[in-house]
């Protein structure tokens, strides 16, 4: 992989996780760089998805892949965010 495409990567998962913790009510605690990587993993899981359903490679600008991306975001900060907040605490 060339380091324009390692970049690009990164840059859309900051922008995915930030748009997918935007969406999600409430504070999330978990680091920068642990939202970039849900918002990584967001791209390719909404990515796969929208292949899966026929609809990630249509004339144009692909705007219902990107709100998959965006839903999985979410979906994604809102699970590690509850996960990572769990981590200290005993019960």
Known sequence: ???TGIITAIVVGLVLGLLGRFFVPGKQSIPLWLTIIVGIAAAFIGTWIAR???YADTNGFDWLEIIT???VAAIGVTLVANLYGRRGVTR
Do not use: E, R
């Open 1 to 3: 992989m060339p380091v």
């Open 52 to 54: 899966g359903l026929g």
């Open 69 to 71: 991306q965006i839903v």
